[in-house]
């Protein structure tokens, strides 16, 4: 993991170490994240939102409010899900950045997601409009 003893306390390992840190270093994201999973699923199939699951299979397209809240829960989701993972990038240390270590490859494959034009930061005023009643910026829909 890249810990010393000098690191962590006395007779704690590595393992519980990391484990304590990460907690405490996302532990809201990682709550986060099971929650708007949650909400994402939510979003296609509750009583509230249930209708873009029912619009869907009826072989019809969502509607601009129910496309919008699919959106915004996945942009959510893949923001707050690459921030847990950097946690974890952080806290393995210097081992990390060794060729060959696996934690290379996930913080890639994690800042791969949110880095998508469907799920950048510019999809929030896009939502925002769609919320208020105005015309998204074109793309969005």
Not at 56 to 77: K, N, W
Not at 79 to 107: H, W
């Amino acid at each position: 993991m890249g810990w010393t003893t000098y690191h962590r306390p006395k007779g704690e390992t590595d393992r519980e170490h990391f484990e304590r840190e990460l907690l405490a270093r996302t532990g809201d994201e990682i709550v986060e994240c099971a929650s708007v999973n949650n909400v994402f699923y939510a979003a296609v199939r509750t009583a509230t939102t249930g209708e873009v699951w029912a619009t869907v299979e009826a072989g019809d397209p969502a509607t601009s409010e129910q496309a919008s809240l699919l959106r915004l829960a996945s942009a959510h989701l893949a923001k707050t899900s690459f921030e847990v993972v950097r946690a974890a990038y952080q806290l393995s240390g210097i081992p990390a950045i060794t060729d060959g270590n696996p934690m290379q490859r996930y913080l890639r494959d994690a800042s791969v997601v949110p880095q998508h034009a469907f799920l950048q930061e510019g999809m929030y005023d896009g939502a925002g409009a769609v919320l208020m009643g105005v015309q998204p910026f074109p793309g969005y829909l």
